[in-house]
Nanobody, 130 residues
Framework: QVQVVEFGGGLVQAGGSLRLACVAS????????MGWFRQAPGKEREFVAA???????????FYADSVKDRFTISRDNSKNTVYLQMNNLKPEDTALYSC????????????????????WGQGTKVTVSP
């Protein structure tokens, strides 16, 4: 059974940083891409970032335009964990952040519609004050 648990959210001032972590279980982590998403109050869930599985050319990263050059997604297969380093945070980054594994293994490309991901955890709340 696929399970993911997110950690690391909190309250931070604009310009600050946070590092989110997502610990996964129930599948062969290294063979699956992972994605981060967020949902602000009153809005739909949106794609934030994704990282491909850890094959020979794996570990490719993809970002929403709104977070490019500020956020970094990475993975540690020894810990079944994917991270989201968030720098220069803005009030508009305030949201519930959640992660999900890809539906299928060995995918090497992700678009920004997030269609490959459907198994989100409970999420971790990020609040950025002005």
């Amino acid at each position: 059974q696929v399970q993911v648990v997110e950690f690391g959210g909190g309250l931070v001032q604009a310009g600050g940083s946070l590092r989110l972590a997502c610990v996964a279980s129930g599948f062969t982590f290294k063979n699956y891409g992972m994605g981060w998403f967020r949902q602000a109050p009153g809005k739909e869930r949106e794609f934030v970032a994704a990282i491909t599985w850890s094959g020979e050319n794996g570990g490719r990263t993809f970002y929403a335009d709104s977070v490019k050059d500020r956020f970094t997604i990475s993975r540690d297969n020894s810990k079944n964990t994917v991270y989201l380093q968030m720098n220069n945070l803005k009030p508009e980054d305030t949201a519930l952040y959640s992660c999900s594994p890809d539906d299928v293994p060995y995918r090497d490309y992700y678009g920004t519609n997030g269609a490959a991901f459907r198994s989100w955890g409970q999420g971790t709340k990020v609040t950025v004050s002005p």
